[in-house]
């Protein structure tokens, strides 16, 4: 079993519409959890970090964290082009490296 | 948030020689940084965590003779490609942690020919 477990994709959605990209782990004791967000032939970019169970929202990304059920999600809100990309999901245990998962690659279609 | 920067972006070296790749944190001090590696379609994959002042921890798998890593200072973290060969041909990103979350550098893209 991975560490960091993220929907294989791809999943492809129409402009405007919900996203929703889920992420599991394994370590119990991980304490932080991020999302980021990588184009093709660039590097990731921090688009959320959440570190208490509930919902955090920011514009149109929402991060749901339920640490029972060790299951992080990105919901991305009317959804856009320019949102196509690769999503990761990181889980950090100490204040130390993360683990990331494979990504999932998110297509929007116009 | 924080800033990472990564030079050269993009090298072409000729199969033998070595490569240096610079990571600089810019607007704060970073004892820990980390490399990764990424090849097309695929995902990140850890090399190595670099520590200010003192060795760097390699993951398994990775030569630590092939990939030096040094971290003379808060700021800057160095990799060198020795002996580059064609399957080196890679994105080689940074990342350092200010206050738990991890920002990337913009890569490296290498091509060894």
């Known amino acids: 079993q991975k560490e960091v477990e993220q929907n294989s994709g791809p999943l492809s959605v129409p402009e405007g519409a919900i996203a929703s990209l889920n992420c599991t782990y394994s370590d119990r004791g991980s304490q932080s959890f991020f999302w980021y967000r990588q184009y093709s032939g660039k590097s990731p970019e921090l688009i959320m970090s959440?570190?208490?169970?509930g919902d955090k929202e920011d514009g149109r990304f929402t991060a749901q964290l339920n640490k029972a059920s060790q299951y992080v999600s990105l919901l991305i809100r009317d959804s856009q082009p320019s949102d196509s990309a690769t999503y990761l999901c990181?889980?950090?245990?100490?204040?130390?490296?993360?683990?990331f998962g494979d990504g999932t690659t998110l297509t929007v279609k116009p | 948030g924080a800033v990472v920067s990564q030079h050269p972006s993009r090298v072409i070296c000729k199969s033998g020689t070595s490569v240096k790749i610079e990571c600089r944190s810019l607007d704060f001090q970073a004892t820990t940084m980390f490399w990764y590696r990424q090849f097309p379609k695929q995902s990140l994959m850890l090399m190595a965590t670099?520590?200010?002042?003192?060795?760097?921890?390699?993951e398994q798998g990775v030569e630590k003779d092939k990939f030096l890593i040094n971290h003379a200072s808060l700021t800057l973290s160095t990799l060198t490609v020795t002996s580059a060969h064609p399957e080196d041909s890679s994105f080689y990103i940074c990342?350092?942690?200010?206050?738990?979350?991890?920002?990337f550098g913009p890569g490296t893209r290498l091509l060894v020919l």
């Open positions: 959440i570190y208490s169970n």
């Open positions: 990181a889980v950090t245990v100490n204040a130390g490296k993360s683990t």
């Open positions: 990342s350092a942690m200010p206050m738990e979350t991890q920002y």
């Open positions: 670099s520590n200010e002042g003192s060795k760097a921890t390699y």
